[in-house]
């Protein structure tokens, strides 16, 4: 008995079609975001419990990313699903233990800089600005392909 008598293998189109899509999807609904602000109370045991807190909630919401930090400036990269990262950098953005807190960058991208993170940590490097610069402003006029490129620099470089 033919349970099929149409041409052959009619959904094979169909589920590539499918698939494109839902690879599409994938693709769109991943996004970066990347903020800066100045550290209110800014100390070992402070940055432990963001981490901690952090570290639970990103695995949780799926988001990935690294927290830049030092006395004077926290540079943050949040990535994941769409809606995910808008409601952490919502949460973020009422936090009391920083103050101007000033979104740099968001955007959808194809993958993500710190797959394995769910928030890398890292005190900042030789290559940012210094604590002068900073208080100059040199974050908020820094172009974004260099704000975007330390974050490249640290995700390749070893923990
Ligand atoms: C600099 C900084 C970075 C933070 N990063 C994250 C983060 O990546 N994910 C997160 O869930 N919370 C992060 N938090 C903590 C949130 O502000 C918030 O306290 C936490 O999500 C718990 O929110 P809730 O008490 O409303 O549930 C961060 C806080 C600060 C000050």
Known sequence: MTLYEG???????????????????KT?????????SRPFGFDDL????????SRHNNE?????????CREDIYLQLLEGPRAA?????????????HAEVVLLWAGDVKE?????WFMRHDPVQSWMW???QV????????????????FVRLAASPN
């Open 60 to 68: 949780r919401d799926n988001i990935t990313g690294s927290l830049i």
């Open 46 to 53: 402070a940055l432990m419990n963001i981490l901690l807190v």
């Open 85 to 97: 990262v808008s409601s952490t950098y919502a949460r973020i953005m009422r936090d009391d233990r």
């Open 112 to 116: 993500r800089l710190f797959p394995a």
């Open 28 to 36: 769109m609904s991943l996004t970066q975001l990347i903020y800066t």
């Open 130 to 132: 210094t604590p002068q």
């Open 7 to 25: 041409p052959e293998q009619p959904s094979l189109a169909l589920a590539e079609q499918v698939r494109d899509l839902s690879k599409g999807f």
């Open 135 to 150: 208080r100059a402003g040199a974050v908020n006029e820094a172009p974004m392909e260099e704000i975007r490129n330390i």
